[in-house]
């Protein structure tokens, strides 16, 4: 994509971003989302913009149902967690096994998708702006079940979803994976790296049906929590069940070759400010179900929503649709309670980093 | 004056940094009192003795070894022969040999029978990146759980903790190439029947808990074949 085409993209959400916003007061229930209003009424229900961490996440004045909701995702994707069961036991897909991918060219193609997906930084270099690989959040290789599967996520696109407020197809919700959750670089329409992870997703879609409610799609959403969200449990919860992998600091742990085998939760190596998992629900759902690691389900909802919310309070890379100020990229979109962006933490305001960085390939080291 | 009044300062220096390496190291080398130097099993580069089930210890990360002398000392991780030691040892003593060890070259000298003179990097198998179906061999039991682990049963891969190749990360995720089979075959065992402490966060023994006695075999026989050179 050249600069000039760039900037007609740019202008285009923005306009289409004021346009739909107008259009948008009242009229989203129909797609079983998360309304604009309702966002807006949550927001001027606060009384002040810039309140402590834990006063300003509080969720409980939200309804159970808009809590449920997979922000980033297309609609019908509301999953309500079964009572009692385990991460993934509803689903009833099971994409076929490694070694039935085919021999041949299209095979080759499909394999090359996987490598991308778990070795993001080394397999897509050009595009990739951080340590984090897909497979940090799409576990067993986007093949668990309420893990965000790529089977599940291909029969759900297109699809109209909130954040771009347009109709996506599954390489345009790729490519914002690689712009917010990889803070890198949109690969160009039917890239390599598109075309073979789009092709590794249809594979493990294989006898899926196309219906976008496909059990085990996205994350498993947790109720609302029974207590006010709170940064200082969070923290406890964080130091002990979490810091001894990714580290009291958030930014992992890597091999002695340099790989980043822990991801980093937050900071410069970390997703930015525009991924879904900067969202506290998503990254609530995705904790309670898979966190720590072969061991999900063993936090309680109320520690997934603590820890979730202390994970989420912690800077990183500038959200890239940043448009000059904080508090203005954050009405425009981080108009929720499950966003920390521009949110006053500890006396900093989140967010307050300036202007992107421009994108510098992440290092990964050769083999 | 001034001459002797520096001479004496480096003296001291001498002193203090003498000191500090040679706890570990004279207790690796010489032993201490009744503890018997660690090399005369472990091996003068702290690479074990594989036929003996002997681990490795050099390379290994620092806390990881204090916290495994800790247990022998405590009695919660069970060896005969550990114990005794790990018990005449001072807590200071512990943590300078851990630290000794932890500080030594992972491809000692002496190289295990499994790890072969493979030049630096160039045997290490693309272990996460694999292409299963392209390889004429299916992969193995050992490999698949090494590498992909078994999520149908939520058992994560080793590879997701030890790091690429099992070459181990930080202070706390040690290494398990370089391990011999029996080593590790042996150590899973006492995971699943608690006679090791699981350690931090009972990782290890909720992972052990999946796996079968042939997964133990499997996993323990495939990092064991795996080429040591280059980890570290």
Redesign the interface.
Same mark, same amino acid.
Not at chain 1, 98 to 103: G, Y
Not at chain 1, 253 to 257: A, G, T
Not at chain 1, 292 to 296: C, S, T
């Given at each position: 994509m050249t600069p000039t085409q760039r900037l007609v993209l740019r202008v285009a959400v923005a306009l289409l971003t004021i346009v739909a916003g107008i259009v948008a007061i009242g009229a989203f229930d129909y797609w079983g989302m998360e309304s604009y209003t309702q966002r807006k009424l949550a927001s001027l229900r606060q009384a002040s913009p810039d309140v402590s961490a834990a006063e300003s996440a509080s969720v409980s004045a939200r309804s159970p149902a808009a809590s449920r909701d997979i922000a980033g995702d297309p609609p019908h994707a509301e999953l309500v967690t079964p009572a009692g069961a %385990? &991460?993934?036991v509803r689903a009833a897909f099971s994409p076929p096994s490694? &070694?039935?991918?085919?021999?041949g060219e299209f +095979? =080759?193609v499909i394999?090359r998708g996987?490598?991308i997906f778990? =070795?993001t930084g080394r %397999?897509a270099p050009a595009y990739v702006g951080n340590s984090l690989r897909c497979v940090n959040c799409h576990? =067993? %290789?986007g093949?668990?079940a309420g893990s965000s599967p790529l089977w599940a996520a291909f029969v759900s696109y297109p699809a109209y979803r909130s954040k771009t407020q347009s109709v996506s197809t599954f390489q345009q919700r790729l490519q914002g994976c690689f712009e917010y959750s990889m803070n890198g670089k949109a690969p160009p329409p039917n890239a390599p790296e598109l075309v073979a992870l789009e092709s590794y997703a249809y594979w493990l879609a294989t006898g899926a049906a196309v219906d976008p409610k496909l059990p085990g799609r996205g994350y498993l959403a947790l109720a609302a929590p029974a207590q006010v969200r709170d940064y200082t449990r969070g923290e406890q919860v964080y130091a002990a069940?979490c810091a001894?992998?990714h580290g009291a600091d958030g930014a992992g742990?890597? &091999? #002695? =070759?340099g790989?980043a085998?822990?991801p980093p939760l937050w900071g410069p190596e970390s997703f930015n400010w525009g991924a879904g998992m900067g969202r506290i629900n998503n990254a609530a759902a995705f904790i309670k179900a898979n966190m #720590?690691? +072969?061991? +999900?389900g063993t936090l309680t909802d109320q520690q997934a929503w603590d820890v979730s919310l202390y994970m989420n309070s912690h800077e990183r890379p500038q959200d890239p649709r940043y448009s000059g100020s904080v508090q203005n990229t954050r009405s425009t979109f981080h108009d929720t309670d499950e966003s920390m962006y521009g949110r006053d933490v500890a006396g900093k305001v989140l967010g307050a980093t300036g202007a992107p960085r421009p994108f510098k390939p992440s290092r990964v080291p050769a083999? | 004056m001034t001459l002797s009044r520096n001479l004496s300062w480096v003296m001291f220096g001498i002193v203090l940094s003498t000191n500090v390496h040679a706890d570990g190291a004279t207790i690796a080398q010489q032993g201490a009192g009744s503890v018997v130097a660690c090399q005369s099993c472990h091996g003068v580069a702290g690479e074990g003795v594989a036929a003996a089930g002997f681990p490795r210890l050099a390379g290994m990360g620092a806390s990881y070894l204090q916290r495994q002398l800790e247990a022998f000392a405590q009695g919660t991780r069970s060896n005969a022969v550990m114990m005794p030691i790990a018990k005449a040892l001072s807590a200071a003593d512990r943590k300078a040999v851990a630290s000794h060890y932890a500080s030594m070259p992972f491809g000692g000298a002496a190289a295990m029978q499994s790890s072969t003179s493979a030049p630096r990097g160039a045997a290490e198998p693309k272990v996460s990146v694999a292409p299963a179906a392209a390889s004429a061999s299916a992969p193995t039991v050992g490999m698949t759980l090494a590498t992909r682990g078994r999520w149908s049963d939520t058992l994560p891969a080793c590879e997701q903790c030890h790091g690429p190749g099992g070459r181990g990360v930080g202070a706390d995720f040690p290494p398990l190439v370089g391990q011999s089979a029996a080593y590790l075959a042996a150590q899973l065992t006492a995971f699943k029947s608690k006679a090791r402490p699981a350690g931090p966060m009972n990782l290890m023994g909720v992972v052990a808990q999946k796996l079968s006695d042939a997964d133990v075999q499997e996993v323990a026989a495939y990092y064991a074949a795996l080429p040591a050179g280059g980890a570290r």
């Open positions: %385990a &991460s993934g490694e &070694s039935q991918i085919p021999i +095979g =080759d394999r996987r490598e778990v =070795d %397999a576990l =067993d %290789a093949r668990l069940n001894f992998c742990q890597r &091999s #002695p =070759d790989v085998v822990f #720590p690691l +072969g061991m +999900g083999r | -």
